[in-house]
């Protein structure tokens, strides 16, 4: 080997340095960006559901039209802590769960028979 190649390899080597330092970081950052992508596509929204759904329980009263988790529709009796009394037929009434409680209806939604 010659001084000149010998000379020529050793300053291309510290050249080569720097480029492998920052590969090293190329998959913090990707992860970084994917959890990012991944908070803002899927937790974010699910946490803002389940805040209105809170909200929309919190807000029953007697009265209320409400749809349940099974598809039944009906006008709300009486409400307690944990459980709901709800009028599905004219003297039918059940009683659930507040979180199988799906939503709110428009007043005058279900027709009287």
């Known amino acids: 080997m010659s001084l000149t190649t010998f000379a020529a390899l050793?300053?291309?080597?510290p050249g080569a340095a720097p480029?492998?330092?920052?590969?090293?970081?190329?998959p913090l950052i990707m992860m970084a960006v994917l959890f990012g992508i991944?908070?803002?596509?899927?937790i974010r929204p699910q946490m803002k559901r389940q805040k209105e759904h809170r909200a929309l329980?919190?807000?029953?009263?007697k009265?209320?039209?409400v749809?349940?988790?099974?598809?039944?529709?009906?006008?709300i009796e009486d409400v307690g802590e944990s459980f709901v009394r709800v009028e599905i037929a004219p003297g039918?009434?059940?009683?659930?769960?507040?979180?199988?409680?799906?939503?709110?209806l428009p007043k005058g939604s279900l027709k009287k028979s």
């Open 38 to 42: 991944f908070y803002f596509m899927m």
């Open 19 to 26: 480029q492998g330092g920052a590969l090293g970081l190329s």
């Open 63 to 65: 009265g209320d039209e």
């Open 10 to 13: 050793a300053q291309a080597t």
């Open 92 to 104: 039918v009434v059940v009683q659930v769960q507040k979180g199988s409680i799906t939503q709110v």
């Open 67 to 75: 749809v349940m988790s099974g598809g039944m529709a009906g006008r």
């Open 57 to 61: 329980l919190a807000a029953l009263a």
